[in-house]
């Protein structure tokens, strides 16, 4: 596998683990298999590699919550979600992610 597929399935990687560990509007990240918004993950990407704002993620949130899942986390959840995909660098070049292994790998659960 070269660089950037490595670049490109650690950042799919991460953006799902983020969605899992602190969104998680049907509550069930403690019982479920951790692909359960990887349905997500494709939105969730174009959104940040279109620069969509914190506030403009937990919109995409809130949206996908009404769209397919039918349950909504809290707002403060869905900030802590945005805030978090804001930080990872997604760029697929030679740098890896940025801090992603310290956002997700540390996690306190909400």
Known sequence: ???KARQA???YSAINEILFAYWDPIGINDVAPTDEYE???GDVYRALVNG???RGLVGL???IEN???GLRAPLRRKTEAARRLRALDIRLSKQLLCGASRLTSS???P
């Open 1 to 3: 596998m070269d660089r």
């Open 9 to 11: 399935r650690q950042i």
């Open 39 to 41: 349905a997500n993950v």
């Open 52 to 54: 969509k704002s914190e």
């Open 61 to 63: 949130l809130t949206a």
């Open 67 to 69: 769209k397919s899942i």
């Open 107 to 109: 996690w306190s659960r």
